[in-house]
Every structure is written in C-alpha cells, then in structure tokens.
C-alpha cells in the first residue's frame, strides 16, 4: 500500500497544491512554516479524518475561506483507492471513500494504517494520563472498530452520568435508578476496553523492549506498566462504592477514563530519572513497535510519517533510525525537515527511491 496522490484545497496554508508521490521515500523541505507539517498533518488526516498536531478541524480551514478538501489517491493491493475529506464552515465533515461517503465516520478508521513520529511525542511523557489512553486506544482501534465504537460509547455515557451528577448537586435530588442505568452501561463497555487494552499491552510490550533495545544498543532495561482500578476490582462495584464521592464531586471518579500507562527505565519513571536521550529513544520505540503491531495485526505495511525528525536527534540516533526503517519491512515513508541537503545526503544512504519537494 502507498499514497500515490494528494490534492489539497484551501487546507491550511495551502490554497490549491498537488503532489505525485515516490512509492517509497518522500521528503519535503523548506524553511519554518512553509507547510511542511501541514502536508503530513493532511496524510493523517486521510488515515484518521482528524489533526495529529490541531485536533480542532475546522482551524485546518486556510484563513478567509470557508472549507476545504484533502483528496488522496491509494494504490492497495494492485486496485487504485480514492480517500476524500472535506469539511464547511457550519456544516458536518464528510468523508468518502472512492466516491461514497461513509454512513459512519468510525468504519474508515483502520483502513489506511499510519503511523507518525514527532516532536510533539514527548507530550507522551510529559503530559497527563488522557494522552496515554490515547496512544493505547489509536493503535487498538486501527485493527479493532469494535473497540473504538465502544470507546466512543462509553465516554458518552461518561460524560451524560456526569451531567445527572450535577443535576443532582444543583437541585439537591438524587435518584439511585437512574444512577444504576448508567453503572450497568459503563460497567459492560468498561469491562470490554480493559480486558482488550490488558490484552494488547501483553502482546505489544515485548515489541516495545525488542525496538528499545535495538535503539539503545542494549545498554538499558525498559518497560511499560499498566495501571488501571480495575485489574483488582468490577466497575459495576467501583461505580456502586464510589458514588458519595461521586455526588460530592459532580463527576464520576472510577473507571477506565481513569487508565495510564508507566514509562520505566531501569524500573524508575522516565520522566525523572530517564535523559533527554533516553526519553526520545524510549518514544521512537514506542511509535516503532506500534508500526509492527499494527503490521501484524493488519498485514499491511503502515504509511510512516517523520516529522522534523533530523532536527531533535543526534547524528547516531538518526542513522539507528534509518537503519530500521531502510529494512524491507516497511513502506512508504514521508519525511520534513528544513534543511535539504543534509535530509537528501542522509536519504541517498537508504539507496532507495525517492523524491524531494521544496515548500
């Protein structure tokens, strides 16, 4: 599989732009805000309907117009694929699929595997726990449209039982029925997404450790933990003795909404004890073996997007990281960076094809 085509229209800074793409290496270079990462932000787009780096689509509307398109052009097992985005102001986002929109915009995710390496992965690290519930749920739900629906049901009826929460604080009532409706839907969906989020991290940890230790040259232990309040206990029954907290706090204090994941080096958290270093071979690990979980899952090669890779790694780290990526088991690679030759010099070393776009 690779992205043959991409057409943009008043996407971002880009009032009407075409690109015929290398089945193999792309790379587009420029100075800083040329609209380098709007052009891998627009690939993501076609793979997730959604912004890597904005997740607000009506900003990826190019200023004074009121819509816009991003149409990309697929060869999949030997048959041409058209995707196409489009969004106008004050009307819904429609995507289609070789002409036909789809009922669901959830039934288009997992159809052209992606994956994205960027600067903007440290937030991995050094945010909050909702960005790892994140990363875990993106690469589950590419392989599993089950799990994302459910996902999206539960934050539903999350966010609804948090409303009768506040209800109940505001006119001072309470109706444990109603409660109870609620504790038996999340308590279903909630009971699903732990059991498939424990079963992926089983699978997809020792492909973290594999990649790490290829980065790292095997110098360091890493691992990943999984925290979650209902590896001891049912939600059904964290929901049930939690619920004067709840009422108290005008919102719902248990579940799966509450999940992280524990980043470790030498069985310490990275983000204290790990080094700059260490941090960002820790995430190209991470975003490495989530391409080679979702390859297995999907026995497709995943599209791999570099965003200003070369300028936030050191010399060896990028050589590792060409190295890995030269292998024959991956595809289709989109590079930006800002300075040409350096990126074509160190891309002539793959020998492999590629083009080079100037922004």
Do not use: W
């Not at 229209?9 to 420029?30: L, P």
């Not at 991995?124 to 726990?129: H, K, N, P, T, W």
């Not at 948090?162 to 909630?190: C, H, M, P, W």
């Not at 594999?210 to 691992?223: F, L, P, Q, T």
Request: with cysteine.
């Amino acid at each position: 599989m690779y992205l043959k085509k991409l057409s943009l229209i008043n996407y971002k800074n880009f009032e009407a732009s075409e690109f015929d793409f290398d089945q193999k290496i792309n790379c587009f270079v420029g100075n800083n805000g040329v609209g380098k990462t709007n052009v891998l932000e627009a690939i993501y787009f076609l793979s997730f309907t959604k912004g890597y780096f904005n997740s607000s689509v009506s900003q990826h509307i190019k200023h004074q117009t009121d819509f816009f398109v991003i149409d990309g052009t697929y060869k999949i097992n030997k048959k041409l694929d058209n995707i196409n985005c489009s969004l106008k102001k004050g009307a819904k986002k429609i995507v289609k699929k070789n002409g036909k929109e789809y009922d669901k915009i959830t039934e288009h995710i997992g159809t052209i595997p992606l994956v994205i390496i960027s600067p903007i992965d440290n937030n991995l690290i050094a945010e909050g726990s909702d960005i790892r519930r994140k990363f875990i749920d993106g690469v589950i739900a590419q392989s599993n449209t089950e799990y994302l629906n459910k996902i999206i049901n539960y934050n539903k009826i999350l966010s609804q039982r948090n409303s009768l929460l506040k209800y109940f604080a505001a006119n001072r009532t309470y109706d444990a029925l109603n409660i109870e409706v609620y504790n038996e839907q999340l308590s279903s969906l909630g009971e699903y997404i732990f059991k498939k989020r424990a079963e992926f991290l089983e699978g997809f940890i020792p492909i973290f450790k594999k990649r790490y230790k290829h980065i790292s040259n095997g110098n360091e232990e890493v691992n990943l933990q999984y925290k979650s309040q209902l590896s001891d206990n049912n939600l059904k029954k964290l929901l049930e003795n939690n619920i004067s907290k709840d009422r108290l706090l005008q919102y719902t204090s248990v579940g799966i909404h509450k999940d992280d994941l524990v980043f470790k080096i030498s069985d310490y958290p990275i983000k204290k004890y790990g080094s700059q270093g260490q941090q960002k071979s820790y995430l190209i690990a991470l975003k490495l073996a989530q391409f080679d979980f979702i390859q297995k899952q999907s026995n497709v090669k995943p599209l791999l997007l570099l965003d200003d890779i070369f300028d936030k790694l050191d010399e060896n780290r990028v050589a590792q990281l060409l190295q890995l990526v030269n292998d024959k088991k991956f595809g289709q690679l989109f590079i930006s960076d800002t300075n040409a030759k350096r990126t074509e010099e160190i891309i002539k070393q793959t020998k492999q094809t590629y083009k080079m776009f100037n922004l």
